[in-house]
């Protein structure tokens, strides 16, 4: 697949939201947007996999800027792009490469926590 049809297929999961699991849902949100230092490959995205009520377990996004691990003297990337491990985790930085593979990482912690969930039978 290439890499404009793996965008196309993310920006077409815009709006979208499933169940992933009874009472969890997973919604997608991908448009694009003039290329900045914030958003260099010109797309807006949030990529969320939360309860049916509350807030999300997952969520890959770039709405804003997370701070850098290593302390006040590490220059946080110029890039919003970053992820959400657990619904307290205020984010870590992501290093966005392409739709296919930022969709391979969002399932890839999906189903991270619903087998995590299942162990502990949250879910």
Same mark, same amino acid.
């Given at each position: ?30 448009? %694009? #947007? +003039?290329?900045? $230092?914030? &958003? @260099?490959?010109?797309?807006?995205? /949030? ?27 590490v220059k946080?990337p110029a ?5 959400? %491990? #657990? +619904?307290?985790? $205020?984010? &870590? @930085?992501?290093?966005?490469?392409? /739709? ?24």
């Amino acid at each position: 697949m290439s890499e404009d049809s793996e965008l196309e297929l993310l920006l077409s999961l815009d709006g979208a939201s499933f169940e992933a699991a009874e009472g969890y849902v997973v919604e997608f949100s991908a448009r %694009r #947007t +003039e290329p900045t $230092p914030a &958003r @260099p490959h010109g797309l807006s995205y /949030a990529l969320v996999f939360r309860p049916r009520e509350g807030e999300p377990f997952v969520r890959f996004d770039n709405a804003h800027a997370v701070k850098a691990p290593g302390g006040k003297f590490v220059k946080p990337p110029a890039a919003h792009d970053h992820w959400h %491990r #657990t +619904e307290k985790d $205020p984010g &870590r @930085p992501y290093t966005f490469t392409t /739709a296919a593979q930022l969709l391979e990482d969002f399932w890839r912690e999906v189903t991270r926590v619903i087998d995590e969930r299942r162990l502990h039978h949250d879910l």
